[in-house]
């Protein structure tokens, strides 16, 4: 599968953006979708994933409450908003998908099959 994200750019604290992440190629509902963060220097992070048909969502603590993840599958597209925005949320965001997710593997990057080429986003202070 294809994936292609876009949504990022560059707010203040405080604001918000909408990252989307369009997937072309394959079934894009056979796939569970995440969300992952990386700045230079250290390691992908884990932001926040959405099973197959959107029934259950997980979440970095950091995020919890400022995010939420969705998806449309007949869209073939998932998203990513993003409230109360803050500068530590600086970073390139990159979607990815998997297969055969269980729970204790979604907050790892190497769980995941494909992944998109990352979309810039940057919070000032």
């Known amino acids: 599968v294809q994936l292609q994200a876009f949504g990022g750019g560059l707010v203040q604290a405080g604001g918000s953006l909408r990252l989307s992440c369009a997937a072309s190629?394959?079934?894009?509902?056979?796939?569970?979708m995440g969300w992952f963060r990386q700045v230079p220097g250290k390691e992908r992070e884990f932001v926040a994933a959405?099973?197959?048909?959107?029934?259950?969502?997980y979440y970095l603590d950091s995020v919890k409450g400022r995010f939420a993840i969705s998806r449309d599958n007949a869209k073939n597209t998932v998203y990513l908003q993003m409230n109360s925005l803050k500068p530590e949320d600086t970073a390139v965001y990159h979607c990815?998908?998997?297969?055969?997710?269980?729970?204790?593997?979604?907050?790892?990057?190497?769980?995941?099959?494909?992944w998109g080429q990352g979309t810039q986003v940057t919070v000032s202070s």
């Open positions: 959405i099973r197959r048909y959107g029934s259950t969502t």
């Open positions: 990815a998908a998997g297969s055969g997710l269980i729970i204790s593997s979604y907050g790892r990057a190497a769980s995941y099959d494909y």
């Open positions: 190629g394959r079934t894009f509902s056979a796939y569970d």
